[in-house]
């Protein structure tokens, strides 16, 4: 019957169905057809002005206002690239699609090579696993068992201020190290039933050292030569990328120096966990790694983790545990240093809270009591919102895609649309700094630290994204922190304890309008340092005064 049909016409038919279908193509513009601002990079794209901005979000919040909630950029070796924080496309992205959108090689692979095979690195179904066995350590239960261990380690760190205080009056102290050594020691207790004596002297505490600044030696103003040797990184096969580790430079050298160091630490821990040591600490466990190794003893490899990807989430525990936590709680500190009458109000719920469980005959807050806090829980959430540790998250299509859109995007031509096609393989910049910042989602003063908006905000006419007051700083859906209710919960033990006892000021001398704390961009992370200073590493420095 074909053979009936005429060359010409064949031909016909054939060029009019690709005209069709090149037509119908057009009618749905692609990501590369949507408006972006230029770059100053043709080799790196926007992940070089990213990188070379003073704070995070300065870009980020230029084009959220210039361009809406989506618009296009472009990735290394010309590469044309989505960046969103529309919460629409957010929600699509990391709950409905699963694993659909992949984490971007070259960005992921620097968490395997600070930790080896973590949660945080793995895919598909090795991460299916790993969250399943994991999950019931991090269970709300299993967490509210760990706040009376939350609540002596901070009282140590409050006993110490005190001591300090009492004799030399009010201080400046580097606040963001002595609340990364608590981190690091409720973390210790909870995840390992370790002590790593961070609230001890720092000769006694080399792990405390180690970590210190680790952040800001992989990614913060990287030189241009290494972020395109990282740029081939989505193009390297996986095999060769895990050898990368054992490259004598920096920071590789550096990272497999801390790995090495932890690596001694956890086999120590690890090996006091096996059943053959200690049966009845295996039995009555309740930290983190009891569990894991207790969920070992299954014979179905489905349920287990090897020591290896065990020791990784060791490491990788520490490290989140204690440092996005600490970070998080010193720009609280900070933020309530700059609102002195915010933090009057925290202080007196506090003291009110602290009057009705001593008038019921207790000592210590229970976790209903720090729930019914909310001043505090409104401040600390204002504060995951202003600073998100995480400040993006880049993505990969797994397959073709279409990203639907609460907020319209707009195209070079200046047509408006509601949805952007994605091609399997193309990255998508995701900005949870954008996104906590978007005026339709947290009010027209978005930029300006302000917790009692979460008491006038209507949940019920927002896109559900957030694990937690529907913020993207833990990130959501299949891949959010498994560690995020560990974290509030530190927080709110923090500052029931802290405010109640001390005052928090700008130091002598401290000019707001010209602040000497910079958020500074590491990668598609946040860090703090001192503004022109940052060869003095992470640093906040406050006044704290001994309250009467």
């Not at 994991?134 to 760190?157: C, D, E, G, H, K």
């Not at 241009?224 to 740029?231: C, G, N, P, V």
Request: hydrophobic content about 40%.
């Amino acid at each position: 019957m074909i053979a009936a049909i005429p060359l010409p016409a064949l031909l016909g038919i054939g060029l009019f169905s690709l005209v069709i279908a090149f037509l119908r193509r057009r009618k749905r513009p692609s990501a590369d057809d949507i408006k972006g601002p230029p770059t100053q990079s043709r080799l790196l794209g926007h992940e070089y002005d990213l990188s070379r901005q003073e704070e995070v979000g300065d870009l980020e919040f230029k084009w959220l206002r210039e361009y809406g909630p989506t618009w296009k950029v472009h990735a290394p070796f010309g590469r044309d690239a989505l960046m969103t924080a529309d919460p629409k496309a957010l929600q699509h992205i990391f709950h409905k699609s699963g694993y659909g959108y992949a984490k971007q090689p070259a960005q992921n692979h620097v968490s395997y090579l600070m930790a080896g095979p973590n949660i945080a690195w793995v895919q598909n179904a090795d991460h299916q696993r790993h969250r399943k066995i994991m999950n019931p350590a991090f269970s709300a239960a299993q967490l509210r068992s760990f706040l009376p261990m939350f609540q002596a380690t901070v009282q140590r760190l409050s006993d110490k201020w005190k001591t300090k205080l009492s004799m030399a009056g009010p201080s400046v102290l580097r606040v963001d190290d002595w609340i990364s050594r608590t981190a690091l020691d409720i973390i210790g207790q909870a995840a390992f039933d370790y002590d790593y004596k961070g609230l001890d002297d720092h000769s006694d505490s080399p792990l405390a050292q180690a970590y210190h600044g680790i952040f800001k030696e992989v990614g913060y103003m990287l030189p241009t030569t290494t972020m395109l040797f990282r740029a081939t990184w989505d193009y390297i096969p996986e095999p060769v990328l895990r050898l990368f580790k054992y490259i004598p430079a920096q920071p590789f050298t550096h990272l497999r120096g801390v790995s090495n160091l932890f690596t001694k630490y956890g086999r120590d821990i690890l090996r006091e966990k096996r059943p053959e040591v200690d049966a009845e600490k295996r039995t009555y466990g309740k930290d983190v790694l009891s569990i894991l190794v207790k969920a070992n003893e299954s014979s179905d490899p489905k349920t287990r983790l090897s020591d290896e990807e065990i020791l990784a989430q060791m490491y990788t525990l520490t490290l989140a545990g204690h440092e996005t936590t600490a970070t998080t709680f010193s720009f609280l500190l900070y933020e309530a240093a700059l609102h002195p009458e915010y933090q009057a109000r925290m202080r007196q719920e506090v003291l009110e809270a602290r009057a009705r469980v001593f008038e019921r005959g207790d000592v210590e807050f229970t976790q209903e009591d720090l729930d019914a806090m909310p001043v505090c829980l409104n401040a600390i959430k204002e504060t995951l919102r202003m600073h998100p540790i995480a400040a993006s998250l880049p993505r990969v299509a797994t397959q073709d895609d279409v990203l639907p859109l609460a907020f319209p995007a707009t195209t070079n031509t200046g047509k408006t649309v509601m949805e952007v096609p994605i091609h399997k393989g193309q990255i998508v910049y995701t900005s949870l700094a954008a996104y906590n910042r978007i005026p339709q989602v947290w009010g027209e003063d978005s930029h300006e630290w302000n917790p009692d908006r979460f008491s006038r905000l209507d949940s019920g006419k927002q896109t559900y994204v957030g694990v937690f007051a529907n913020l993207m700083t833990f990130s959501a859906g299949t891949r959010a922190c498994i560690g995020w209710r560990f974290s509030v919960i530190e927080l709110q033990v923090l500052c029931s304890e802290l405010f109640g006892l001390f005052q928090f000021s700008l130091p002598e001398g401290y000019d707001p309008k010209k602040p000497e704390v910079q958020r500074a961009p590491s990668s598609t992370n946040m860090i703090f340092l001192i503004r022109g200073k940052p060869e003095l590493g992470t640093a906040l420095r406050l006044r704290v005064e001994l309250l009467d």
